[in-house]
DNA sequence: AGTATAACCTGTCTGC
DNA sequence: TGCAGACAGGTTATAC
């Protein structure tokens, strides 16, 4: 489910939530073991007994909690996943947190895809997950010669644009967006992108970003932000999800395909499989 | 090394 | 109405 924008959005919230107040772990109990993959129950509950969570940080799809006994929990949400801070809306929780002022935090996911890590803080970084990851918009590193680096590749743009190890955040919804905003047909190979092409998706990737995490993400089916509430980027949407409607800006009919075995939806008269 | 496919789960929707 | 099959925001192990 949930990309950049939806966990940045998570992230945010979640640290207006402890600026609030300060949070303590005064118990956690887990309901599905293979939830934890590097990790046992009694090492978790050992660990966070009595830790205050310091800051949240984001990379990528993944959401760290760094806590003040200098160790970290990595959480990624797979496809549905969710954190709530009421039970309301439980599906099937997988871990609920207790904090010493009486507030909950509920992990539910019915798809069983969520995973979490646990790790001393200062070796976040070494996790497999996290550091096979490609450079990430809104960072330093996101630059245009190394943008260009990584478009140096015969793979479909598309395809290219989904692989977290080399940009790292875009999942379905935002990657078939960009193409469309971008006037770039997702079977382009990415290394025969004009240098045009090229500058218009290396602009294009953060202001989609920007303006999802704005809107407070995409809500189509499962997201939600940790009080409850849908995101709005649902309603700005030009071709995800959109197959047989008009397209915005031509008027011609968005079509559907498959790349990868995921979908992809374009309008083919403003996503030419020509260079421009 | 780099890239393509299958597998992981379970609820929901579609079509026969 | 019932049921098989397809499909869903993602990642990763395995196979070329």
């Known amino acids: 489910m949930p990309e950049l924008p939806e966990v940045e959005t998570i992230r945010r919230s979640l640290s207006d939530w402890i600026r609030k107040s300060r949070r303590q772990v005064e118990g956690l109990k887990v309901f599905r073991e293979e939830l934890l993959k590097n990790s046992t129950i009694e090492e978790l509950q050992d660990k966070f007994g009595g830790a205050f969570i310091d800051s949240l940080e984001r990379r990528a799809k993944y959401l760290i909690f ?43 996911d019915i798809r069983n895809y969520s995973r979490l890590y646990f790790v001393r803080s200062d070796e976040v970084g070494e996790l497999n997950s996290i ?27 598309k395809r290219l644009l989904l692989d977290q190890s080399k940009i790292a955040g875009l999942g379905n919804i935002y990657a078939s967006e960009v193409l469309f905003i971008c006037g770039i047909h997702p079977e382009r190979q990415a290394n025969k992108l004009t240098m045009k092409e090229a500058q218009r998706l290396y602009k294009g990737i953060p202001e989609l970003l920007g303006k999802a995490i704005e809107k407070r993400g995409t809500t189509i089916f499962k997201y939600r932000d940790i009080d409850g509430s849908k995101g709005e980027f649902q309603n700005y949407l030009e071709v995800y999800g959109r197959k047989g409607k008009n397209c915005g800006r031509c008027g011609g009919t968005i079509e559907e395909m498959e790349q990868g075995g995921r979908k992809t939806y374009l309008c083919p008269s403003c996503q030419s499989l020509r260079k421009d």
């Open 66 to 108: 760094n806590f003040s006994n200098h160790h970290s929990i990595v959480l990624h949400l797979g496809m549905e996943g969710r954190l709530l801070l009421d039970n309301k809306r439980l599906e099937n929780v997988q871990l609920i947190v207790y904090f010493g002022d009486n507030s909950e935090l509920y992990l539910d």
């Open 131 to 157: 550091s096979k990851l490609g450079i990430e918009p809104f960072t330093n590193d996101f630059t245009f010669e190394n943008f260009s680096a990584l478009l140096d590749s015969r793979q479909e743009i």
